[in-house]
């Protein structure tokens, strides 16, 4: 797909190729809804149950060619990145290795072992955990594959929504949470060449607001630091993820932490799903008064919401039922 | 079906007619399964995701003539029956009225007030849960709605084996939590029906075992107490769901509260589901060294494994996010 003249890093075609490529290694992830939610949101809401799904770096892995492939990946994202990842290298044979800053939480680093990736610790900080990472790339030549500004990673995400229209083709919007943008701009990509009309907003949180900056701006903006229990939503959009961000994202909703708590609590109680706070922003987003009282989206009636990620840690919780 | 020359309180025409019935009220649940948990148990595991369906009375609403229906339907059940029953009801526009004892858990009177059930408070007596029931069902003329031992409750449950292995034909075993007998019932009816080899396994608490001892007894054995921190799997069975229990349920298998836990987080972790500990029970059964090791079970390789209720009480997980 081209727009302002502009070659995006994935396309229709390369989200197609991603489908055919993947088809044996992903789950088809259910929708689920609910008439509770839909009365509090005053539409009809389709929730797509990514989190359920482990597959997520499997086109990444997939397309490298054998020679490149026998030596590995290498990633230093210690979230749901890197335990898609590790999975889709171990369904190849080959090895994942994967840089973890010594803070990480627990549960992502467990979820990385599970999964069978080698972790490599690196302090926490960015330029440790890069210098790590190339040193690792050096001595293995192995491949490194970014959890965002990656075609291949945009492509795999784009298949999101070849799955989500032909389960439910009366989508009028589609919600997704933004944080570097491969997950937005893939299934932004995919849904826009299905149906040109259909509308898609970025959910957001207010303590890491660098999408909607950058679409206010006309730039890329990054910020100096982030504040937001959603982990997983503190990257910065990147050169491969902002053109297609700024082109055919309508609107990011930025939502406060203790909006999105309450909609993980709901995404519980409610759908039954264990979604992490970063997952849960997309019902955060359409149940916000900045949404829902906003007369440019009075039209959105049939929502499609993004359930991302799982990586929450429920270690408070298990402790309170070993007591 | 008959066995023993008995007849029981729901059959497989019963089934296929409590499918018809509900089909456009009910959700079609979807299929789990992780590789990861196939390697920890050793076989194939498929999760029927009962956790995800809201409408799990409505062929006991639905069955109802319009004279009865009008005044309504009772029940003193305060779990997953009273958050079902009152939703039913909602559906067909009459009341449901709903005795739930003072010192029940706040997650359960809130799911039966979101779906439009009326509280009416009892203490937490059964006696006095009893004759509070009594008491509405003469000045309402409204109809009681066991929750489990109830031949429309039980067809209706049938039905999730009807779905189950139309998903999943293959399955050799289906294991599923047992508390008063009815979903168990339903499932081992209709399943037996299609496949009368398949092997049905009942998951039972150790505090708890009633459904154990029942069976090696040979008759309905209650217990003076139950312990278990699987609050949704202390009834004891019914004089109508006793017959199926014990002549189709090849087994049961107790498990240990510890092993209960350790289960729900991997629901959690893994699968991304929010069960409730005795939604859980099914996958501590599998994981348990009382099946893995025992011969008689070796040839379930691939086993379904029924995920019911959510009624989880998150409220100490909300707490540490909002600190």
New interface residues.
């Given amino acids: 797909m081209e727009a302002n003249g502009e070659q995006y890093a994935a396309n229709f075609s390369s989200i197609k190729e991603a489908q055919k490529r993947i088809s044996l290694y992903i789950?088809k992830t259910?929708v689920?809804?609910?008439?509770?939610l839909n009365a509090m949101s005053g539409r009809s809401l389709f929730f797509k149950?990514e989190?359920?799904q482990?597959g997520g770096a499997s086109n990444a892995v997939l397309s490298l060619d054998e020679d490149q492939a026998i030596k590995g990946v290498v990633t230093h994202s210690s979230g749901n990145h890197a335990a898609a990842l590790s999975l889709a290298a171990k369904l190849r044979g080959i090895p994942a290795y994967i840089v973890i800053p010594k803070n990480a939480p627990k549960?992502k680093v467990?979820?990385v072992v599970?999964?069978g990736g080698q972790v490599i610790w690196s302090e926490a900080t960015m330029h440790s955990r890069e210098s790590v990472a190339s040193k690792v790339l050096e001595e293995t030549g192995a491949v490194l594959v970014h959890p965002y500004n990656d075609g291949r990673i945009i492509s795999g995400q784009g298949t999101i929504s070849l799955e989500f229209l032909e389960q439910v083709p009366l989508l009028d919007t589609i919600i997704v949470p933004i944080s570097g943008g491969g997950l937005i701009s893939g299934v932004a990509l995919a849904a826009k060449s299905i149906k040109p009309a259909i509308r898609i907003l970025a959910a957001e949180p207010i303590g890491a607001n660098d999408a909607a900056q950058s679409k206010a701006a006309g730039r890329i903006i990054t910020l100096l630091e982030t504040n937001t229990?959603a982990d997983g939503l503190r990257a910065f959009l990147g050169d491969l993820t902002w053109p297609i961000v700024r082109d055919l994202v309508d609107d990011v909703i930025t939502v406060e932490d203790?909006e999105i708590?309450e909609a993980?609590?709901l995404?519980?109680?409610?759908?039954?799903?264990?979604?992490e706070?970063s997952g849960a922003i997309g019902l955060a987003a359409v149940l916000s008064d900045g949404f829902r009282k906003n007369p440019a989206w009075q039209d959105s009636k049939k929502i499609g919401i993004v359930l991302s990620g799982?990586n929450?840690d429920?270690g408070?919780?298990?402790d309170?039922?070993?007591k």
């Fill in positions: 789950h259910p689920l809804s609910s008439e509770t149950c989190c359920f482990k549960c467990e979820n599970r999964y229990v203790k708590i993980m609590k995404c519980y109680e409610i759908l039954k799903v264990a979604v706070p799982g929450v429920l408070v919780l298990w309170s039922f070993r």
